[in-house]
């Protein structure tokens, strides 16, 4: 992302901005919304997009609608090794959790208690705990500990996206 001057980075962050709102709208209607033209809408998002600022666009699934549950998996491994990258990557790059009727839709490298969170969805308890059993077996010489699965609720936020049914949050208070 190429900082020109202080403009061009604020006119980079209203085009993130209206991108993430909503990335199907037109260049031209994003263009009218920052007072600017069409032209520098396109290639500002194409810059963006060759330097992997934005690395694709997606539409956020409403998992409970498509009778799926989400699963988090929280995995304890030791550290990173040349081993375990390659084995994450391959898995990732060639579509393993796809095979095993799993949406893998985050897997995050962090820092805290635990160095690994994944988040899926799968169409059934049994789906989910066999992808979960693969991946005991397969990173068991990097594991510190059995991963957990925990499967969720509900989400009130996904891909920074606000549930629309968000009052649906009430139905979990008891009595």
């Known amino acids: 992302m190429t900082e020109e001057n202080p403009k061009s980075k604020k006119q980079y962050w209203d085009l993130l901005s209206h991108l993430l709102d ?3 709208r037109s260049a031209r209607d994003i ?16 810059e963006l ?3 992997n600022v934005i690395w694709g666009y997606t539409a956020v699934i409403d998992d409970s609608k ?5 699963y988090i998996i929280l995995m304890k491994t030791k550290p990173m090794s040349r081993g375990l990258a390659d084995l994450l990557i391959r898995r990732i790059t060639k579509g393993e959790p796809s095979k095993q009727s799993v949406r893998l839709t985050n897997i995050c490298y962090v820092n805290g208690e635990y160095d690994w969170v994944m988040k899926l969805s799968a169409p059934d308890h049994a789906t989910a705990r066999r992808y979960y059993d693969t991946i005991r077996l397969l990173y068991d010489e990097y ?4 991963p957990v699965m925990i499967d969720v609720n509900f989400c009130l936020v996904s891909e920074g996206k ?3 049914e968000i009052e649906k949050l009430y139905e979990f208070i008891p009595g």
């Open 22 to 24: 909503d990335p199907t």
């Open 31 to 46: 263009g009218k919304k920052m007072n600017s033209y069409r032209q520098m809408v396109w290639r500002k998002k194409k």
């Open 49 to 51: 997009e060759d330097d």
């Open 66 to 70: 498509l009778n799926h549950i989400i």
């Open 143 to 146: 594991l510190l500990e059995k």
């Open 162 to 164: 606000t549930n629309p």
